[in-house]
């Protein structure tokens, strides 16, 4: 497989995810090496010529930046700053995290402004590429220098310290670099500071959830829907007319794709007794749209931070400028994986409501979608357990980035907590799909008490594909496993074939 080239330009987000969903190798191009290349040997250059402070160059790091350091323990401050900042705690991060981290952090280091070796931005290259993957533990992070914790345990293994994933076997990171026919690197002036500094661990997850988000958009939407016609539900909401005077983009968006997904049915043209729907049947586009406008602002920002320099100092060889300054500082993205949180939740929170509506015997639906209720619960409890998972992410949805803490003996005064915020919105979105999960489980088993009446071409064939895999249920059984089944399905489901603009 070809390598992507890592440039000076920066990362689109579409490239990422393609480096990531096809295991792509990275090289850095020729723009970059020779950037990498001209930043290490200035700073060099720049130690020969002068013995003025620089911050963790020749200083000590956070409060103790005003005791020097001499040169001939230059090597041995990076190595101590690597080891001392591995604190991380808790659970391990996804193996996709990492990849994303290790993908980031080379690209942040190709723009030519870090000052480190190339030999050190070429062992990243060439970790990410063999799948010698670094334990990265979850806490630690303030988002204050960016991600201090987890990038120490990102590179402890350049060191030869910490623990990596390889062939599928957690390893001390000596035995996977022997394996490799890797030596351990010495870092130089500034390495330490420059591996540790930056947002790689907060835009990973925000990269990766702004992906899967925009995937959970869309469907939503379909599934909604689904669980339109299965509750006899009206189309005059989603007409063009009513969205074109309040012109808010998202909201434009979903009313034309429920109108396009509903093309066709049999269902939604007939009839109706009633003249109006709830709200979480009606005012699918206001709430589905207000979530794909943030989404569009959260993408926004994680394409800039892909286009961004993150480390401390920042060095400048064209202009002979070494600046210490706070590109680290990760409230950009704290605040955009707040957003990102509600926006989630929100849809969650909507879909449970739609599924509380299918279940509560209306509109000739038998109570609970069971054809004898009381006898059988049907689908009882999973409404419970969806509106347990939607409880859930409202306790969590309150804003990190409205958090700070002194730290560093206060020269660390205010802090972002974006990497608190990254972890809460991983753990939303993916309680999302599980709630999107439960409403199509409870949708397709709603729609068949509709018949012989069809849906549209769209739904059918998302109905079918969904019953290859998740049967109609007669009467009770273990809700449990097909409850995961359906969440697999809701993973797995391409959403090529059900879109529409």
């Not at 591995?86 to 981290?101: L, N, T």
């Not at 990102?340 to 209306?362: F, H, N, P, T, V």
């Amino acid at each position: 497989m070809k390598p992507h080239p890592i440039t000076t330009i920066g990362l689109r987000l579409d490239e990422l995810e393609a480096i990531l969903r096809a295991h792509r190798p990275i090289t850095l191009a020729s723009d970059a090496r020779q950037a990498v290349k001209r930043s290490h040997a200035y700073l060099r250059d720049r130690l020969k010529r002068s013995d003025a402070p620089i911050y963790g160059v020749n200083t000590g790091f956070g409060a103790l930046y005003d005791k020097p350091i001499a040169k001939k323990d230059l090597a041995q401050l990076q190595r101590n700053l690597v080891m001392s900042h591995a604190c991380g705690s808790g659970e391990p991060v996804s193996a996709d995290i990492v990849r994303a981290m290790l993908v980031l952090k080379v690209q942040n280091m190709a723009f030519g402004h870090s000052a480190v070796a190339p030999a050190t931005v070429q062992r990243l290259v060439d970790m990410h590429n063999a799948d010698v993957l670094p334990v990265v533990y979850e806490r630690g992070s303030l988002g204050a220098s960016g991600d201090l914790a987890p990038l120490a345990h990102l590179c402890l293994p350049l060191l030869g310290l910490g623990e990596v994933e390889w062939k599928g076997r957690r390893m001390p990171a000596g035995k996977a670099l022997k394996g490799m026919g890797w030596e351990p690197l010495e870092l130089g002036p500034k390495e330490g500071l420059a591996l540790l500094n930056g947002t790689q661990f907060m835009n990973a997850y925000a990269a990766l959830l702004t992906l899967r988000m925009a995937r959970l958009a869309d469907l939503a939407d379909l599934i909604a829907a689904v669980s339109l016609d299965a509750f006899d539900g009206r189309i005059e909401p989603f007409h063009a007319s009513v969205h074109a005077v309040r012109p808010h983009p998202g909201q434009a968006v979903v009313a034309a794709r429920m109108r396009g997904l509903l093309e066709g049915s049999a269902l939604i043209r007939r009839r109706k007794s009633h003249v109006q729907d709830p709200y979480s049947f009606r005012c699918i586009p206001q709430v589905h749209g207000a979530s794909r406008d943030a989404l569009a602002y959260v993408e926004r920002v994680v394409e800039r931070e892909l286009e961004a320099v993150t480390d401390n100092p920042t060095v400048f060889d064209d202009e002979d400028l070494i600046v210490s300054a706070g590109n680290f500082h990760g409230q950009p993205l704290a605040l955009a994986l707040d957003v990102l949180a509600i926006a989630a939740a929100e849809l969650g929170s909507i879909s449970e409501r739609r599924l509380y509506k299918l279940i509560s015997g209306q509109r000739g639906l038998p109570a609970f979608l069971v054809a004898r209720p009381g006898l059988h619960s049907g689908f009882m409890i999973p409404q419970y357990t969806a509106a347990s998972l939607v409880s859930a992410n409202k306790q969590r949805c309150m804003p990190n980035s409205v958090d700070t803490i002194d730290s560093s003996n206060g020269q660390e005064d205010h802090v972002s907590m974006g990497a608190a915020a990254a972890i809460k919105a991983w753990q939303v979105v993916h309680d999302v799909e599980r709630i999107l999960a439960i409403e199509l489980f409870a949708a397709a088993q709603a729609l068949e008490f509709r018949r012989p009446a069809r849906s549209s071409a769209p739904v059918e064939s998302l109905v079918a594909a969904f019953r290859a895999q998740v049967p109609f249920l007669k009467a009770d059984e273990v809700m449990h496993d097909h409850m995961e089944a359906a969440l697999a399905f809701v993973r797995g489901a391409s959403m090529d074939r059900w879109t529409f603009t």
